[in-house]
């Protein structure tokens, strides 16, 4: 080969050396006067000694690669090493006899131990003839690999099981969803980087490097990682992201990362130790080259690169099937599956052609995006059987575990009470506090009785069990027990940072399940004090632009509906950075015991009083001027620029928000990102960045990736706002049941626009119109908070669509808000320093 060739395929070449002993020449120059062998350590068993000749990493020497071989050429010959074992050596070709015999020990005149030789059975095949190794040669191998440090989990029963992850090996662990199988991943990135020193390759198909630096921070100090998702970090916890800047961990993120790809970088970084993949995804997918069917050639691409670069490749997959397991081609296969107590995770050590070697358990710490050593045996109960799940700690405990998907915000679809009392259950089995428990659990109860169906999700199936083992209401005496039980066998630790802790739930219906009921698409009765949702249909069937108020439930699946969710409201869950937020324990006038946001603010913030603000009707508000498209939405793609007259979704890129004084403009919509850092909004979001851009507060406006359109209208609800202003001014003044029941039909007719339950009937689904209806509240709460922080009031808190909480002088509220009850008017409180937020309490 001429050197260019060469030096692209060097990799290649060198494996050749090693493992087949085969020879290549390459030359340089016009005339080809550098000429050099890429040869086989045994050509020069001196090269195995690296310090006694120039040697250079195979990432060096493929820069340098032209120096090499004009040294080479001269009678120096250059050491090739895979980090430091020497594995080929480039010699003079002049000095060598080289020969195109079928006979390779002409090169050297004889056949050395670990000798190269043909096979006599098929003498005339073409391909190079292949190195036997001597027992010598195996039992070195071994007693250098073993003195050699291989990366760790950091986790001492797992690596005991493991031995560490072996040096060209492709090491695949394997985990259903939602067990923790890249928190493992990430631990041997974090031990390898952060602790030993050694530089680490982070291939994130599945999170983008924004998730891994949270959910190292998060493991590193034990601060909340759903509190980190929201940019909240203490001055700890800052300082700590400091250090690690210099920390040897790359990482290479993006739905278009393939194996192929990091075959290609890994080789470039010099002195690697270890390759993480984090994630192969059992589910097929489009948008990721890392899923599906293509699994097996890209594990066979990993492995590759293993045995390439003699590092070890750890790779995480989403599925513990065999099946699809059995087809990867893994060296070793590491296995988490759940136990019967759920504050430990079984791990299996599996190596090919032999079975298990080891096992370990593990405590999953979800909330602080680690695991945690569980020791060395299982939970075992004397009598061989079941305790009892009502007395028993491991339900106090499993009961929680299961609420921590919904509590920390992660997934939705259960009610918001049920979401508090969750948290609350959280809270007193962390700090072990038996009185709340049994304070805690005929609420819990309770608010799990209005729930018909729990989420179809894996999430919701362990939630539904939990509950299932408190089902028959228990006696005081049982509710003692189960208190005692879980502060005895509760092993969940609070966390770090108590001043945002995971009770840090806001009060959002909006994250609930519809909150629909059998019968409640129906008309109102003629005499009805408010027939909401006969008013919402008759301005809908009004319109000159026949709106289509449902699509067909066939379509549901495809288009631009499965990207709309709950997230696009843009609904602000916000604290000031320099105030700490804590949820305390109250009794409420009923006898309920329940938690409530307490604010603790700083005395630099001087003199002042928390000023509650709460905006009425910022729903049916919103339908006052909310743009939608009435139509189907169509697929509009990337657009240069925002277009007035269509109204949909469209997919951009997160902008760059520097304020500490007011949250992110979109609000929780930058807290799930896709794998590019981009997200889906709707047109109130969108004209809102618009304006922010003109207005000086955004450096650069919107890039639009994608998008989904239809042709705009802003009065499609207005007939439905203009109706329920009318009936908001006469039956506010009347109260009591009256005014009660016209807010209960109204948020029935906004939900039945998207109803979640499939069995739930409506004369609507439009998610679109939902989710634009509610972003718009979002933009217009948002917007009246900003401007009284421009005219110098301080935000304490930014909550939902309608709370605002100010610090200011007793009985003055900020300037930009107006005082009543009409809508877009709000009502005012004042709450001494210290007092709890008596948020839910009407």
């Known amino acids: 080969m001429n050197v260019t060739e060469a030096r692209n395929a060097l990799y290649t070449l060198v494996k050749r050396a090693e493992e087949d002993g085969r020879t290549t020449l390459i030359y340089k120059g016009q005339k080809r006067q550098d000429r050099v062998l890429l040869a086989p350590l045994d050509l020069l068993p001196a090269a195995r000694k690296a310090e006694a000749l120039p040697s250079h990493v195979l990432s060096a020497a493929q820069r340098d690669f032209g120096d090499l071989i004009t040294r080479a050429a001269q009678g120096q010959p250059q050491v090739l090493l895979r980090n430091t074992t020497p594995v080929a050596v480039l010699l003079p070709a002049d000095v060598v006899s080289v020969t195109h015999s079928s006979d390779p020990t002409a090169a050297t005149g004889a056949a050395p131990a670990g000798a190269v030789v043909n096979s006599q059975s098929n003498p005339g095949r073409d391909s190079a003839p292949r190195r036997l190794a001597t027992l010598g040669d195996a039992i070195g191998a071994v007693l250098t690999s073993g003195q050699a440090t291989r990366p760790l989990f950091g986790l001492s029963g797992l690596d005991a099981a493991t031995g560490g992850l072996p040096s060209g090996r492709l090491t695949l662990v394997a985990a259903a969803p939602n067990v923790g199988g890249s928190l493992l991943g990430l631990a041997a990135a974090r031990q390898t980087a952060l602790v030993d020193g050694h530089k680490v390759l982070y291939a994130a198909s599945g999170p983008n490097r924004a998730d891994i630096m949270r959910r190292i921070l998060a493991a590193e100090t034990g601060g909340d990682y759903p509190r980190l998702k929201q940019g909240r970090l203490t001055a700890h916890e800052q300082q700590l992201a400091q250090q690690l800047v210099q920390a040897p961990l790359l990482i290479d993120d993006g739905s278009d990362l393939t194996a192929q790809a990091i075959a290609e970088t890994a080789p470039h970084v010099q002195d690697l130790a270890l390759v993480v993949v984090d994630r192969l995804q059992a589910a097929p997918s489009a948008r990721l080259p890392l899923s599906g069917d293509r699994l097996p050639d890209a594990s066979q691409v990993l492995a590759s690169l293993a045995r390439t670069l003699h590092v070890p490749v750890l790779a995480i997959i989403d599925t513990d099937d065999p099946a699809l397991l059995g087809l990867l081609d893994a060296d070793v296969l590491v296995t988490l599956a759940p136990t019967e107590a759920p504050s430990k995770i079984q791990v299996t050590v599996a190596e090919r052609d032999f079975g298990a070697i080891g096992s370990a358990y593990l405590r999953p710490d979800l909330l602080h995006a680690r695991f945690l ?18 007395t028993s700690g491991t339900a106090a405990l499993e009961l929680a575990e299961a609420a921590l998907p919904y509590t920390s915000g992660g997934h939705q679809g259960i009610p918001a ?46 939630l539904a069990a939990a509950l299932r083992a408190y089902s028959t209401p228990p006696s005081a005496d049982s509710t003692a027990s189960a208190g005692q039980a879980a502060a005895a066998g509760a092993t969940v630790h609070a966390p770090a940072d108590r001043g945002h802790a995971e009770e840090d739930t806001a009060e959002d219906e909006e994250d609930s399940q519809d909150g629909l009921a059998p019968g409640d698409e129906e008309d109102e009765p003629e005499n009805h004090v408010f027939p909401a949702l006969r008013i919402l249909k008759d301005a809908v069937n009004r319109s000159k632009m026949h709106p289509i108020p449902v699509i067909r439930t066939e379509e549901r699946d495809s288009g631009p509906w499965p990207l709309i969710s709950e997230d696009m409201d843009g609904e602000p869950r916000w604290v000031h950075p320099d105030v700490t937020l804590t949820r305390v324990a109250h009794t409420k006038a009923n006898g309920n015991r329940v938690r409530r946001d307490q604010l603790d603010v700083p005395a630099s913030f001087g003199e002042g009083v928390m000023c509650l603000i709460d905006r009425n009707g910022s729903y049916p508000s919103a339908c006052s001027a909310v743009p939608l498209a009435p139509n189907k939405l169509l697929h509009t793609g990337p657009l240069d620029g925002f277009d007035k007259t269509k109204a949909g979704i469209y997919l951009i890129d997160i902008p760059q928000w520097n304020r500490t004084d007011m949250p992110h403009p979109l609000g929780r919509i930058t807290e799930r990102p896709d794998d590019q850092g981009r997200v889906w ?77 499939p069995e739930q009937r409506s004369p609507f689904w439009r998610p679109d119109w939902r989710m634009s209806m509610v972003a718009e509240a979002s933009v217009r709460h948002w917007s009246v908070a900003f401007r009284a922080v421009q005219e110098g009031h301080t935000l304490l808190a930014l909550r939902n669509v309608d709370a605002a909480v100010f610090w200011t002088p007793d009985g003055t509220p900020p300037t930009t808000y107006r005082i009543g009850t009409g809508f877009g008017e709000v009502k005012a409180k004042f709450i001494q320093p210290g007092e709890i937020i008596p948020e839910g309490d009407d």
């Not at 507060?697 to 109706?723: Q, V």
């Not at 202003?725 to 029941?741: F, H, M, P, S």
């Open 373 to 390: 050593d569980a020791g060395a045996a299982p939970l075992d109960h004397a009598d061989n059987r079941a305790p009892s799940p009502a």
């Open 417 to 462: 009470a049920l979401t508090h009392e969750l948290a609350a259950w959280r809270a007193a089995v962390a700090c072990g506090d038996q009185e709340a428990l049994k304070g805690i659990l005929p609420s819990l109860l309770q608010a799990a009785a209005t729930v018909s169906r729990m989420p179809d999700t894996a999430e919701g199936h362990r």
């Open 681 to 757: 909004v709707t047109t109130p979001h969108l004209k809102q960045l618009e304006k922010l851009v003109r207005e000086g507060h955004l450096a650069a406006g919107t890039t639009i990736h994608d998008s989904w359109t239809g042709k705009a209208n802003e009065s499609l609800l207005k007939p439905f706002y203009e109706a329920t202003r009318k009936a908001r001014t006469e039956l506010v003044q009347v109260g009591g049941d009256a005014y009660k029941t016209y807010k209960t039909r109204l948020s029935i007719a906004l939900r039945l626009l998207w109803p979640k339950r």
